[in-house]
């Protein structure tokens, strides 16, 4: 389920989708969160306090196989 996060000043997508998804969410976090939130993009790179920004569900990362070398 989506969550709302409610922007401090100063705020930017990019470090909210940093901290709010995990690492292998990340390459796909901040153009998703954008979707999700039309006209967002147009209030610059530093949101204003109080900006509500909904922060969608992202697909789970694909496991990465483990190679085991020494045996």
Known sequence: MAEIYIAKDG???????????SKGQ???AVERVYEANRGLAQ??????????VVLPDLPSP??????????
């Open 26 to 28: 990340q390459p796909i």
């Open 62 to 71: 694909e496991a990465t196989p483990i190679v085991r070398i020494w045996g």
């Open 43 to 52: 209030l610059g790179a530093k949101l204003k306090a109080g900006t509500a």
């Open 11 to 21: 705020d930017m997508i990019d470090a909210i989708c940093w901290r709010y998804y």
